[in-house]
Nanobody
Framework: VQLVESGGGLAQDGGSLRLSCAASGRTFNMGWFRQAPGKEREFVAAINWSGMRSHADSVKGRFTISRDSVKTTVYLQMNSLKPQDTAVYYC????????????????WGQGTQVTVSS
């Protein structure tokens, strides 16, 4: 399974961006992780085959993950962006049922840069 991300870029403090990730095959979970310079990769949000979702506390109420009806594309709507959201965002997918917040995803995208200016 290949993952193709799009939608990153530059936003101002308080602005919005929408990330998309298209999978080339069937997946169970799809999610987003991010890694800021000098920091470890961290969980952002994920959604499973049945639509169950999880969002990290740091993005709850600001970011929303969703999945299209054929379940091959996942979106991350990011509102009220903050400078601390600046990171490379990675799409991830699993070929089996796993915990939404687990880092044990099977497939990873190349990453897309999100930069939020103050």
């Amino acid at each position: 399974v290949q993952l193709v991300e799009s939608g990153g870029g530059l936003a101002q403090d308080g602005g919005s961006l929408r990330l998309s990730c298209a999978a080339s095959g069937r997946t169970f979970n799809m999610g987003w992780f991010r890694q800021a310079p000098g920091k470890e990769r961290e969980f952002v949000a994920a959604i499973n085959w049945s639509g169950m979702r999880s969002h990290a506390d740091s993005v709850k109420g600001r970011f929303t993950i969703s999945r299209d009806s054929v379940k091959t594309t996942v979106y991350l709507q990011m509102n009220s962006l903050k400078p601390q959201d600046t990171a490379v965002y990675y799409c991830a997918a699993s070929g089996r049922p796993i915990s939404l917040v687990s880092g044990e995803y099977d497939y990873w995208g190349q990453g897309t840069q999100v930069t939020v200016s103050s």
